[in-house]
């Protein structure tokens, strides 16, 4: 009968020892194609303890939750933390989101700003076209006017019209 060896690697949460004959055979015992002796993910077991406990059930892989110095057994529990200690993140900073809210909030009340800003000179500017155009129609109606005068003044002095300047003239008084 050929000797046992015990090997030993990690998988997940727990560590996992198994005693075989071969490397090859711990890992179809750990049910794993990939070679975890070449990877470094697999060794041959020196811890007395973990080497008795093979070596009690041969080809079985038994676990025990990884950091732990129990025992290995056929089937292992969730690794358990101290008593008294206890995970605590620190809590976090919020400098950094705060001021990012800020400098958001502040673009917000800047675009509010220049949305009413264009509104007042859009305003200012329609105000402005209706005053230009309303003053530019009563120019051009006192224009009209004088040149009818001037035509009529014309044709009284005895003056003549070519036929398009009658036309215009004729359309124009009504």
């Known amino acids: 009968m050929a000797k046992l060896k015990v ?18 055979k711990a890992l179809e015992a750990w049910g794993v194609r990939q070679d975890l002796f070449a990877e470094g993910m697999a060794r041959e077991a020196d811890d007395p303890d973990a080497i008795k406990a093979a070596l009690a059930q041969p080809g079985a892989p038994l676990l025990r ?8 057994k056929a089937e292992a529990g969730a ?10 993140r620190p809590a976090p900073d919020r400098a950094r989101l705060t001021t990012a809210e800020k400098a958001l909030s502040a673009l917000a009340e800047e675009e509010k700003t220049l949305a009413r800003d264009f509104a ?4 200012a500017l329609v105000a402005e076209e209706m005053a230009a155009r309303e003053d530019w129609q009563a120019r051009e109606a006192q224009a009209r006017d004088a040149l009818e005068k001037a035509r009529a003044a014309y044709v009284r002095a005895g ?9 215009r003239s004729a359309r124009a008084s009504g």
């Open 7 to 24: 090997f030993q690697a990690s998988f997940g949460f727990h560590d996992s020892v198994v005693a075989t004959t071969s490397r090859p």
């Open 65 to 72: 939750p990884i950091g732990d110095k129990g025992a290995f």
């Open 79 to 88: 690794p358990k933390l101290p008593k008294g200690e206890t995970a605590k």
């Open 120 to 123: 007042e000179r859009r305003k």
């Open 159 to 167: 003056g003549r019209l070519s036929a398009k300047a009658a036309i």
